[in-house]
């Protein structure tokens, strides 16, 4: 692959978001070859995650089109950019939309894998190296978003943020690492850190919070109470783990109450996983004193402003954020992949829907009907 397409343009099929909210239009692009420490991938697979309509919608962000959406993903690599050693043709990867340089304070501190040269910026459509984009239409630059653009048979990435995995691994189950299951999982796992047969709750029950929920799980707890709006989620949840649900809709008194009435006092950990303040209050009010570990994974709007009693922090309850599960992609998500691959984690059950690349719209419709938690978008037949 790599002798007949190196450092020549490849024209490739790629969804074109040319506007807000209109629908995607499969296109032929033109992909240039990678520059320095960037990596040219061929999708094979791709998921739709929520970011991605969000995005494309142009809610309360800065609209940038045309574009190419899409950031959880599975492919082979193609072809290197100068100085690029750690990846080669043929190798499996994951592209991510956070990355790791492995350079900077963050990259080499054990806590933190917010690199300060990779972590996201949904604002940027073009490439670090030089502020270009690398996909274009008869000479009309299309941007790129998160450093990704997945929707396209051919996408150029920088390397830090490309994990390379194991071979055998199917593509077309652990592109859903990518993005929204590692960083629910991380997020319980990495952060929150149940013990065996603790209490958790889990806010939100999307394919992040059900991430959460498998989580806890795997790490033994002996109640996973999910805590969502919708009663409709509560049936599908129980095949992540959870065992006991509760619809704040459903009690006149604060959620947190009801939890700690439960619980006995509040649960050991708690992760929240919608983006409201409220969750994210209820999900720190409602851990036990002493030794209770809260953990925000979702985004909130950005007016929003957090406020409980100080006493709440003075009675040793703990408020802790998450970025992307904690995971640090080059480093860790090869290990999340074996977690699958030796029957720890299931993905399967977060793939709800599959359609071929021709009909990507499909997979938006399922997302905004409420009806997917990950559609696999097939790139090639």
């Given at each position: 692959?790599?002798?007949t397409t190196?450092g020549?343009?490849i024209?490739c099929?790629?969804a074109?978001a040319?506007?807000?909210?209109?629908?995607?239009?499969?296109?032929?692009?033109e992909?240039?070859p990678?520059?320095?420490n960037?990596?040219r991938?061929?999708?094979?697979f791709?998921s739709?995650?929520?970011?991605d309509?969000?995005?494309?919608?142009?809610?309360?962000?800065?609209?940038?089109?045309p574009r190419i959406?899409?950031?959880?993903?599975?492919?082979?690599?193609?072809?290197?950019?100068e100085?690029?050693t750690d990846?080669?043709?043929?190798d499996?990867?994951?592209?991510?939309?956070?990355?790791?340089?492995?350079?900077c304070?963050h990259c080499k501190s054990?806590?933190s894998?917010?690199c300060?040269l990779?972590?996201?910026?949904t604002?940027?459509?073009?490439?670090l190296n030089?502020?270009?984009?690398?996909?274009?239409?008869?000479g009309?630059p299309?941007?790129h978003?998160v450093g990704t653009?997945?929707?396209s048979e051919?996408?150029v990435v920088h390397?830090?943020?490309?994990?390379k995995?194991?071979p055998a691994?199917?593509l077309d189950?652990v592109c859903?690492?990518?993005?929204?299951?590692?960083?629910?999982?991380?997020?319980?796992?990495?952060?929150?850190?149940p013990?065996?047969g603790?209490?958790?709750a889990?806010f939100g029950l999307g394919?992040?919070?059900?991430?959460?929920?498998?989580?806890?799980?795997?790490?033994?707890?002996?109640?996973?109470?999910?805590?969502?709006l919708?009663s409709?989620?509560?049936?599908?949840?129980?095949k992540?783990g959870?065992t006991?649900f509760?619809n704040p809709?459903d009690y006149?008194?604060p959620?947190?109450?009801?939890?700690?009435?439960?619980?006995?006092g509040?649960?050991d950990?708690?992760?929240?996983?919608t983006?409201?303040?409220?969750?994210?209050?209820?999900?720190?009010?409602?851990v036990?004193?002493g030794?209770?570990?809260?953990?925000?994974?979702?985004v909130?709007?950005k007016?929003?402003?957090?406020k409980?009693?100080?006493?709440?922090?003075?009675?040793e309850k703990?408020?802790?954020g998450t970025?992307?599960?904690?995971?640090k992609?080059?480093?860790?998500?090869?290990s999340?992949v074996e977690?699958?691959?030796?029957?720890?984690?299931?993905?399967e059950?977060f793939?709800?829907?599959?359609?071929?690349?021709?009909?990507?719209?499909?997979?938006f419709?399922?997302?905004?009907?409420?009806e997917s938690l990950?559609?696999?978008?097939?790139?090639?037949?």
């Open positions: 692959m790599a002798s190196a020549k343009v024209r099929k790629a074109v040319w506007e807000a909210g209109k629908p995607l239009v499969i296109e032929e692009v992909v240039a990678p520059q320095a960037e990596v991938i061929k999708i094979l791709t739709l995650c929520h970011t309509v969000y995005f494309w919608e142009a809610k309360g962000q800065t609209p940038l089109f959406f899409g950031h959880e993903a599975g492919g082979i690599v193609e072809s290197v950019g100085g690029v990846l080669k043709p043929g499996h990867v994951l592209p991510v939309f956070t990355g790791e340089c492995k350079e304070d054990e806590e894998n917010m300060d990779l972590r996201i910026n604002d940027r459509g073009v490439m030089d502020g270009k984009a690398r996909f274009s239409i008869n009309q299309i941007y978003f653009s997945t929707f051919y996408t390397v830090g943020c490309v994990a995995i194991n691994a199917p189950k859903v690492l990518s993005c929204g299951i590692s960083t629910g999982l991380g997020a319980t796992l990495n952060v929150a850190k013990n065996k603790s209490s958790v889990v394919a992040v919070g059900l991430a959460a929920a498998e989580g806890a799980r795997l790490a033994g707890a002996s109640r996973i109470i999910g805590v969502d919708n409709k989620r509560f049936t599908e949840a129980k992540f959870v006991e509760v809709k006149d008194k959620v947190q109450e009801v939890i700690a009435e439960m619980t006995g509040g649960v950990r708690s992760v929240e996983c983006g409201s303040i409220n969750a994210m209050i209820s999900a720190f009010e409602c036990h004193d030794w209770g570990v809260a953990v925000l994974v979702g909130p709007n007016d929003d402003a957090f409980t009693h100080p006493i709440n922090v003075l009675n703990t408020l802790k970025f992307f599960g904690n995971y992609p080059r480093s860790d998500l090869p999340v977690m699958y691959m030796n029957k720890e984690l299931e993905l059950k793939i709800t829907h599959e359609v071929p690349f021709e009909e990507i719209n499909k997979a419709e399922y997302m905004l009907k409420g990950r559609c696999i978008i097939r790139m090639t037949e």
